[in-house]
T-cell receptor, first 113, second 116 residues
């Protein structure tokens, strides 16, 4: 059974600081997604990572994928308050034809002024 | 692209009652998904459709749950004989089969169900 673990689950950081959060998954998969969720809102797509070594950047966020280690990282650069949200990673279950996304529990980020 | 639309936004019901939720996907998307999210957890997969065909169902989807997508456009999720454990946010998402490999799922704002 595919399991997705995020680390840490809660993070409080100050504006201007950098930090990296981690997403591990238990079995081979060919797609990994990062989503953001604000309180009471739906999920907003951030990144789709498809191959080993993939790196994508958007603003202060950069995501990477190491399929051999079954690990994705989300790096936050010079955090700002607007980045406060819950961040989820999700992996496609690796069975033929399945489109089931398995999500981690999410990492709640609070950026303090 | 008007986004994925879900109705209602909130539903409060008494235990034992039946409820039905509706999802309208992005118009050109032929894949539609239902997920359930409880407080402090990530979304859990319930089921997905490609056009009108229900291709995959989770073991979470007990006999009390049924989903339909009769014409391959909107979908409904019905919960019969609701239980307090059904209280959650029910999220709908859609994607296009043609671009699903490298495109994310687009989620709606969800229906929050409270069973009293």
């Amino acid at each position: 059974e595919l399991k997705v673990e995020q680390n840490p689950l809660f993070l409080s950081m100050q504006e201007g600081k950098n930090y990296t959060i981690y997403c591990n998954y238990s079995t081979t998969s060919d797609r990994l997604y990062w989503y953001r969720q604000d309180p009471g809102k739906s999920l907003e797509s951030l990144f789709v990572l498809l191959s080993n070594g993939a790196v994508k950047q958007e603003g202060r966020l950069m995501a990477s994928l190491d399929t051999k280690a079954r690990l994705s990282t989300l790096h936050i650069t010079a955090a700002v308050h607007d980045l406060s949200a819950t961040y989820f990673c999700a992996v496609v279950r690796p069975q033929g034809g399945s489109e089931k996304l398995v999500f981690g529990k999410g990492m709640k980020l609070t950026v303090n002024p | 692209d008007t986004g994925v639309s879900q109705d209602p936004r909130h539903k409060i019901t008494k235990r034992g009652q039946n409820v039905t939720f509706r999802c309208d996907p992005i118009s050109e998307h032929n894949r539609l998904y239902w997920y359930r999210q409880t407080l402090g957890q990530g979304p859990e997969f319930l089921t997905y459709f490609q056009n009108e065909a229900q291709l995959e169902k989770s073991r979470l989807l007990s006999d009390r749950f049924s989903a339909e997508r009769p014409k391959g456009s909107f979908s409904t999720l019905e919960i019969q004989r609701t239980e307090q454990g059904d209280s959650a946010m029910y999220l709908c998402a859609s994607s296009s089969w043609a671009s699903s490999y490298n495109s994310p799922l687009h989620f709606g704002n969800g229906t929050r169900l409270t069973v009293t």
